[in-house]
């Protein structure tokens, strides 16, 4: 083994037999298509590889990551018997910094690997961007200020994004009903949501709000949409932002 190893930079790394040997470098054709997977997934930068074997919130949230070790293998499932669908996720807690984000993405990055590897096994491209991060609170300032300023432009890019999210595989809408949505905004999430819901696309939630107050914060028509075939996981711990990981 030389120290040219790859794995500590490829998604694939835990999944991958070649890990760790000579043959583990970056110009592996697996890592160049699933780093480039991961660019076009718009994950922060911070968050970057993390699975639900390595994330650090695994330890103080065992009965989640018990559920979700589960649910990963209905990924591949999917695959067999499509006509099973893959589960919704909704994580929430009203305490801030206690890893609902880092375990979105780390459910992100499982699906990529599992999309990734069971295409190639039955003989399929994977898909060119298989997960998406989409940051609602961004989204949501973003198109306000676009609005605000006639931003032809910028509103095009939201659209477009938009957009790509109703028909990515597996989404992961961060920070649902944290801020106030114009009846605008709230228009577009509607649609968002209804379209993956009416077409069986996988979803993973984070919220400050415990499900049914979505029904108060936006509507019962959005509450109703978000809970349909969907795995509600609390999270009961401190806030951990600022710690080192
Ligand atoms: N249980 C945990 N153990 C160790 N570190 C954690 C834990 N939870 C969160 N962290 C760290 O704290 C930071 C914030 O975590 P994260 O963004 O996942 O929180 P969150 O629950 O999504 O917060 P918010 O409700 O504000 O959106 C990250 O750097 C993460 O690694
Ligand atoms: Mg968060």
Redesign the pocket.
Known sequence: MTNATNAKHCVLAHACNLANTTSCTRFCPHFIATDARLKAANVPR?YRLLTLSNS??R???PTVYKTLDAYVKTFIRAFNEPSEPIKSVYLY?P?????????AIALLHEYLIRHYVGSLQRGRQPEQVPVYFLDLNDFQARFNLATMTNDEAELERFKAELQRCKNVPFLVA??LGVRDATPAFRGYLHALINHRVTNGLPSVY?S?LPIEELARVFDARLYDRVRDICIVLP?G?E?????R?
């Open positions: 911070e650090p919130v330890a103080s949230e807690s305490t801030p910094g206690n890893g609902k984000t880092t375990t961060d920070d984070t400050n999270f711990g806030s951990k932002r600022g710690l990981r």
